[in-house]
């Protein structure tokens, strides 16, 4: 039997496919909403849920487990570990360091769903791509 074994394949290679959801996933962490067509939202969904669940452990080895799903690009703000304080610009005073996707989903996105049990993403519905008429979707945490 194949029961659970449903993959949205998006009409792409294996590591095509994995390119597009990690990048989908750094974006959607990066910003907070991003939009996309709706079958790639609902491949997004599952992929970024089991990232947000491993994050909620803040471990080396979960560290290192989230690196492989996400591009760990510098976002342009700074960060103060022991807080999680955003700054605009690096402060004298503290030791900040730039904040990264990887240091949001931990400090900042990690631990607002800390006592949330699943359902971290929403999905709404857009109206049609003009060009292509495409069904359109905005998908953001909650």
């Known amino acids: 039997m194949r029961h659970l074994t449903k993959k949205h394949t998006l009409s792409k290679a294996k590591d095509q496919r994995d390119a597009l959801l990690r990048a989908l996933a750094t974006e959607l ?4 909403e991003i ?3 709706m079958p790639r939202a609902k491949a997004l969904r599952a992929y970024a ?10 471990s080396v080895h979960s560290r290192r487990q989230v690196s492989k799903f996400i591009y760990d690009k510098e976002i342009g703000k700074f960060i ?22 990887l240091r949001k989903l931990f400090y900042i996105i ?11 993403t929403r999905i709404y519905r857009l109206p049609p791509r003009r060009g292509d008429a495409t069904e359109m979707a ?5």
């Open 49 to 58: 849920e089991s990232i947000i669940t491993m994050a909620k452990t803040d």
């Open 29 to 32: 962490f990066t910003h907070g």
């Open 35 to 37: 939009k996309t067509t």
């Open 138 to 142: 905005l998908i953001q945490l909650v």
């Open 80 to 101: 103060d570990p022991q807080t999680g304080e955003l700054f605009d610009a690096p402060d004298k005073d503290k030791k900040l360091t730039p904040q990264t996707v």
């Open 110 to 120: 990690g631990k607002k769903y800390s006592s949330r049990q699943g359902g971290y």
